[in-house]
């Protein structure tokens, strides 16, 4: 397999072929949609950082895409054109337009092996405990608008420089801990909780 650096690098005459391709690198092509990118049928990891892209067709994108790095770009809105992309383990879409947490949440919520993905920087990350309700929406998630390793993995980007927010001072956070994950369960699953405490008190009472 073979990593792209531009789509044109890709076509045959550059000696190369689609099926070749798994990785591929379209940041800061001054792009404004997202080009057609169905025929590279093993394209693993994409970078679309850094462009101007304002809107997205998942019609464009490989189901079997595992990274996607869509940071430092105009987009609105995901929905409709994300949810196929259900091998998806790593996700940047920091510094865009995102409105809509509940909508963003749902169009992820098929991505069960996710578990690396950013948000601040978008309108979205302004609502009300949005921290906990992405962790209760996608439980998968381990990091959360942060670097981090997973599995002794380090986060995949372009050959540039590593960071995931360059162009502001980063306080890397934690990874998303089990207490948040408590917080999480409590706020938005209140009357299971109530049932599970109840449980508990009524156990403790009669031990």
Known sequence: MEKV????????AAGRRDVDVDQLNLSKKKLTRLPDLSRFHFLRELWLNNNTI????G?????????????????PSISGALKH???LRVLLLHNNRL?????TTKELRRMQQLHTATFFLNPISHEAEYRLHVIHRLPSIQVLDGEGEI???RVGKPPAARSICPTVACVTPPGVESA?????????????H????????????TG
Not at 54 to 57: K, V
Not at 194 to 205: D, K, T
């Open 5 to 12: 650096e531009d789509i044109k690098e890709s076509q045959p």
């Open 54 to 57: 304002s809107e997205l067709s």
């Open 59 to 75: 019609r464009s994108l490989n189901c079997c895409l595992t990274e996607l790095y869509l940071q430092n770009n105009n987009i």
């Open 85 to 87: 992309l259900t091998c």
């Open 99 to 103: 409105r809509g947490l509940e909508d």
């Open 151 to 153: 599995s002794g993995t």
């Open 180 to 192: 948040e994950r408590r917080r999480s369960f409590q706020m938005f699953n209140r009357e299971r």
């Open 194 to 205: 109530r049932v599970l405490q109840s449980v508990a008190f009524g156990r403790r009472a």
